[in-house]
């Protein structure tokens, strides 16, 4: 993978083999962005590291940029852009496009409809159960920090009330199953990893600890060697962008 500022200053120190070559696509995004995560993790997990990864200060609003709007309408992160000039927005997307194009042994066979069926539903859980309001925490509580704003706390309140719910209900599930689609690790437990992240930046990681069967199934996607390798270099960069403030 190579890695480059929007500014060209900040360069990784393992470049491609041969510099020369094209990578395979750029990636947009941002080092504190959850739905970029979701797509280095899911590149991480089958081992891709053909790639161009550039970082947009969205504190800058760099990703608000014309010249990124024509890649994201929205002006968002993370995009993908391939050579040829094929481009993708929205991170579920991008993750389930580039699992099929590399062969990434993250979803189910497409000849098992049940265990479509069961990977979309899970997806679905994931999106407007967990994902919803724990972006609206994570915009409160991390978000407005940075942007030196109080935290709205009812908003607070009630997305935590809404999270208490859902993983009641997950813990039943995870009380049956490995993973959120069944006995196999997917795309879906990769979309959850950067979140709950999160959920223990802000200081809510209670809400998993306290829930024995959702810990375990927490402990046993972070564990992986791939997941573990991504949470520590971007460990290690926080570390090291902290130093230097």
């Given at each position: 993978?190579?890695?480059?500022?929007?500014?060209h200053?900040?360069?990784?120190?393992?470049?491609?083999?041969?510099?020369?070559?094209?990578?395979?696509?750029?990636?947009?995004?941002?080092p504190?962005?959850?739905?970029?995560?979701?797509?280095?993790?899911?590149?991480a997990?089958g081992?891709?590291?053909d790639?161009?990864?550039?970082?947009?200060?969205?504190?800058?609003?760099?990703?608000?940029?014309?010249?990124?709007?024509?890649r994201?309408?929205?002006?968002?992160?993370?995009?993908?852009?391939?050579?040829?000039?094929?481009?993708?927005?929205?991170?579920?997307?991008?993750?389930?496009?580039?699992?099929?194009?590399?062969?990434?042994?993250?979803?189910?066979p497409?000849?098992?409809?049940?265990?479509?069926?069961?990977?979309?539903?899970?997806?679905?859980?994931?999106?407007?159960?967990?994902?919803?309001?724990?972006?609206?925490?994570?915009?409160?509580?991390?978000?407005?920090?940075?942007?030196?704003?109080?935290?709205?706390?009812?908003?607070?309140?009630?997305?935590?009330?809404?999270?208490?719910?859902?993983?009641?209900?997950?813990?039943?599930?995870l009380?049956?199953?490995?993973?959120?689609?069944?006995?196999?690790?997917?795309?879906?437990?990769?979309?959850?990893?950067?979140?709950?992240?999160?959920?223990?930046?802000?200081?809510?990681?209670?809400?998993?600890t306290?829930?024995?069967?959702?810990n375990?199934?927490?402990?046993?996607?972070?564990?992986?060697?791939?997941?573990?390798?991504?949470?520590?270099?971007?460990?290690?960069?926080?570390?090291?962008?902290?130093?230097?403030?």
């Open positions: 993978m190579n890695l480059r500022s929007t500014n200053l900040r360069f990784a120190s393992r470049q491609l083999l041969h510099t020369a070559k094209m990578p395979a696509f750029v990636l947009h995004g941002s504190t962005s959850t739905n970029t995560a979701r797509v280095r993790l899911t590149l997990e081992n891709f590291t790639y161009e990864l550039v970082l947009l200060n969205l504190h800058k609003g760099e990703q608000k940029s014309e010249e990124h709007k024509k994201h309408p929205w002006g968002k992160v993370p995009t993908v852009t391939f050579p040829d000039g094929f481009t993708l927005y929205e991170s579920r997307a991008i993750c389930k496009y580039l699992a099929t194009k590399y062969s990434i042994p993250l979803l189910p497409s000849s098992d409809a049940e265990a479509t069926a069961s990977f979309d539903e899970a997806q679905s859980v994931e999106t407007l159960y967990f994902a919803e309001p724990v972006a609206k925490i994570a915009f409160e509580k991390f978000v407005k920090k940075f942007k030196g704003l109080p935290p709205d706390e009812k908003v607070v309140a009630d997305s935590l009330q809404a999270l208490e719910t859902y993983f009641d209900a997950a813990e039943n599930l009380q049956k199953r490995s993973y959120m689609a069944g006995e196999s690790f997917t795309l879906v437990d990769i979309y959850y990893i950067p979140l709950m992240q999160r959920l223990f930046a802000v200081g809510s990681g209670e809400l998993i306290s829930h024995k069967a959702v375990a199934w927490y402990d046993r996607c972070v564990s992986r060697p791939a997941i573990q390798k991504v949470l520590a270099a971007d460990k290690e960069a926080a570390a090291a962008a902290g130093g230097k403030k």
